[in-house]
């Protein structure tokens, strides 16, 4: 099978220690880019989009700024792309520097995490900017402020529908829990923790993601991590039908950091494809014609 592109990694220039967490028996570490790079190509992966955490320091703490992420991808400039990220201040010299950082080879935006309201200032001059740009952005969702990590949202993704609603052009990626919970009509409406959960059970079509993909054609899907894998894998007959339905907006990627780190989703739409359950379009738009066509990988 031909290699697939990973729109979605974490690396460093130097691999970077993190603490443990009690009772959790795995190395927590950022990998250098090397380790990184060997790591995904063992799994068939032929090229990877580096996140950057922004211009100063990453939003979720030890992150690549956009200059480490450049370099990065200078360094083996045929396996690493990069989107760039921005520090949540100076909303009017948004453009100016989402500008600079595309001169300089960033791909999109992403991933954006900044933990305010979707239609904050700050938020709403980067989409404007981003649109204005021809920068496709993914976004990190966290259910409010204050809570963990992400752009904002309310139950049902009033404020992603009033984003995609505002800015037609924008190429928008939804990633993370809040986003793909919302792939099902009986998704928690309460509850941090709740709203940040892995679904579970079938899926009860309707949901808010359903609906605003059929409805937004700028609405794309990143599939990395847990949380892209569980919104398809949770239940097969309705994930197949997903990403028959939406395969030219869908992009396969893993979300990983370092070679401890693997998600069941490649193996999923390898084994389908092979079954005839995934037709070969699907798989081939999903895992590399999609980033060759919307980011020019």
Known sequence: MKAKIDMHVHCARQRIEMPSIPGL????????????????RAQGIGRAVLMSGGETSGAKGQMNTNEDSCAIAAQMPDFYAWMCNLDAKDPDAVKERLARYKAMGAVGVGELAVNEWMDSPFLTAVFAAAEELELPVTIHMSPRPGYQYGVCDRPGLPLLEQTLRRFPGLKLLGHSQVFWLEISADCPREGDAARSGMGKGPVVPGGSVERLMYTYPNLYGDLSAFSGSCAILRDEAYGLAFLEAFSERLFFATDAANKTQTFPLAAFLDESVRAGKLSETAWRNICFENAHRVFGL
């Open 25 to 40: 028996p795995v190395e927590r570490y950022i990998a250098d880019w090397r380790e990184l790079a060997a790591h995904l």
